[in-house]
């Protein structure tokens, strides 16, 4: 799944746990011998929900590794332009300090 994807199914967990915790107060009120299929219920939401959330984050910090690299590669690039940039003017005041001699 991508990104939105899960976000979007983590909203529809989430509203489907609020509905079970819902439930199972209702039926703790009204029915309290019936609880343990609510609660099962809810537990197995709560587990569902929780295993999105950490696909979500792992794919958080790997975007954010990412990020870091591309930002480095940037970096990286941009010193060596620099470098490239000076290396005329380098070699001739290298062949100018040669011809001078010491």
């Known amino acids: 799944l991508e990104a939105e994807d899960l976000s979007q199914e983590a909203v529809r967990v989430h509203r489907l746990l609020r509905a079970a915790g819902l439930d199972l107060l209702d039926c703790l009120v009204h029915n309290p011998f019936d609880h343990p299929t609510k609660l099962r219920r809810f537990a197995q939401l709560t587990e569902n929900l929780a295993a999105l ?6 794919r958080e910090a790997r975007a954010l590794v990412e990020q870091r690299l591309r930002q480095d590669i940037e970096a990286k ?5 620099e470098l490239t940039a000076k290396l005329p003017g380098l070699r ?4 100018a300090l040669a011809v001078q001699g010491p």
């Open 53 to 58: 959330l950490h696909r979500m984050r792992a």
């Open 77 to 81: 690039q941009d010193f060596v332009r």
């Open 92 to 95: 001739s005041r290298a062949a």
